[in-house]
């Protein structure tokens, strides 16, 4: 019933198409379905499209799509992995340099990320539903920085690529002035600039936006080229061109900049310009973000290492789940009816050696070797305790049950005055009815256990 098909497997032959099926957990790798489409209808022709389905992995594998003519592999997995992960595009380009573009359920990620493509030099993230309204993430890798020094172990050897460029776009707040949000922010650590481009206002074409400049080494005036933060604005209803601030470093000995580091340009002269309180705030504060966006971005490149290394090893060694309820192949199923059998013979065994010792204490007053006289006076001193320690039991029950039966003739006479006694009455009758079942239950079980090792004394060796 579960290999379906005749030796687990079947094949079905169509124009141009293969279908092969296979029974679940006949094939290591999960396997079921496998459907191949060749370049024509002769039996050794080249592949063109290949699709494999699988089902009960651990991983979460469920169809793998591989196109052969355009070097395209589509994976898709179900929901349930630690990462999150729903789909990998991986293109090989005629270069032989292969894209990889990782899709992820976003509502089930604390960072909301939703796709992640990634090339040899590349990297780009894209965002939904985060609070901070950041939408997409781009990071450009360049060779990193040769180390001199001793040998490190095998695990720490993987040197960080060095950045070079990050592009940070946001999504504008839908209750708030788009000019003053920033749309996208460019770190160019080449250049050692930020670029900060603002949300474009209603009906218009250019936005503002705002670049900064690190000055070079051992230079000490600012050039507005080479050392300076340029600003350009969303352009206003009925302008052409936009509003920009130019940030200057501040000259030697000076600690913070002033006006004279800053050109602004206003599209509308009579616009009131930025105070300069306003315009260090947002100098430090692009400083501040420069250093959480580096950081987002190694962690970005670290989570990209770990899930190709992820990838690599659940491939190399495939792990098939097996159900609660599939006890033919669930380990833990398994192990745990094992355990109950051998705690259930156990507990017979154990049962067995108390029945055949029961004789023990009454044979110890006497010799090894019994007369007839003996053996009888043995029998009957046994069967008079098992029935003296039923009775005792009986007479406990019996108590019980009149002095219950008592108090319910107390509250009935009492409830007829106080109908909140009702409840409390309606108790003692079932308690009641629970001590007479167990009454009747006993004598039953005494009456056959008086039978039963009357039986096994009469039958026991011991006695002659």
């Known amino acids: ?74 994976e898709h997995f179900g929901k349930g992995r630690e990462d999150k992960l729903a789909q990998i595009v991986t293109d090989t380009k005629y270069n032989d340099e292969q894209v990889k573009t990782y899709t992820f359920y976003h509502t089930y990620r604390q960072d909301g990320l939703f796709q992640r493509e990634v090339t040899e030099w590349e990297l780009k993230d894209k965002y939904l539903e985060r609070e901070d309204n950041l939408c997409s993430l781009r990071v450009q890798f360049g060779v990193p920085d040769k180390k001199f020094g001793p040998a490190e172990d095998e695990e720490n050897s993987r040197i960080p690529r060095k950045i070079l460029k990050l592009v940070e776009e946001f999504k504008a707040p839908p209750d708030e002035e788009p000019s003053k949000n920033i749309a996208q922010r460019v770190y160019d650590m080449e250049e050692d600039s930020v670029k900060l481009t603002f949300h474009r206002e209603k009906d218009r074409i ?25 600003l350009t604005f969303h352009r206003e209803k009925d302008r052409i061109l936009s509003r920009t601030i130019t940030f200057h470093k501040p000259q030697e000995g000076q600690k913070e900049i002033g006006m004279e580091d800053i050109v602004v340009y206003m599209v509308d002269p009579r616009q009131t310009p930025p105070s300069i309180n306003y315009l260090r705030k947002l100098y430090k504060e692009q400083l501040r973000d420069h250093i959480a966006a580096v950081n987002r971005a190694k962690e970005t490149e670290t989570q990209v290492s770990q899930l190709i290394d992820r990838r690599l090893q659940e491939e190399a060694n495939t792990h098939l789940s097996v159900g609660l309820f599939d006890t033919k192949r ?31 204490p009454f044979l110890a007053k006497y ?28 007479l406990e029950l019996s108590g019980n049950l009149d002095s219950l039966k008592k108090e319910m003739v107390t509250l009935t006479i009492r409830s007829a005055d106080d109908p909140t006694l009702q409840e409390e009455v309606q108790s003692k009758k079932f308690f009641i009815n629970v001590v007479e079942t167990r009454v009747k239950r006993h004598l039953q079980y005494a009456a056959d256990l008086v039978i039963k090792v009357e039986k096994k004394i009469r039958t026991d060796p011991r006695l002659g």
């Not at 687990?8 to 790798?29: M, N, S, W």
């Not at 250019?206 to 300076?228: A, N, V, W, Y």
């Not at 007839?372 to 320690?389: F, H, N, P, T, W």
Request: proline residues 2%.
């Open 206 to 230: 250019l936005s503002r936006t705002i670049t900064f400049h690190k000055p070079q080494e051992g230079q000490k005036e600012i050039g507005m080229e080479e050392d300076s933060v340029k």
């Open 367 to 394: 010799p090894k070797d019994l007369t007839y006289q003996q053996a009888l006076q043995v029998r009957e001193d046994c069967l008079m305790s098992i029935k003296a320690g039923m009775k005792e039991k009986e």
């Open 1 to 74: 019933y579960e290999l379906i098909f005749r030796l687990g497997q079947k094949i079905e032959r169509y124009f141009e198409t293969k279908v092969e099926h296979f029974a679940p957990y006949l094939l290591k790798d999960g396997l079921v379905i496998r459907i191949t489409k060749f370049r024509n209808n002769q039996e050794k022709s080249d592949k063109v499209r290949e699709v494999s389905r699988y089902r009960n992995r651990y991983d979460k594998l469920e169809e793998r799509q591989v196109y052969f003519t355009d070097g395209r592999v589509i």
């Open 330 to 360: 669930n380990q833990r199923v398994q192990s745990g009816r094992e355990r109950q059998e051998r705690e259930r013979k156990e507990r017979e065994k154990s049962e067995v050696d108390l029945e055949l010792d029961f004789l023990a």
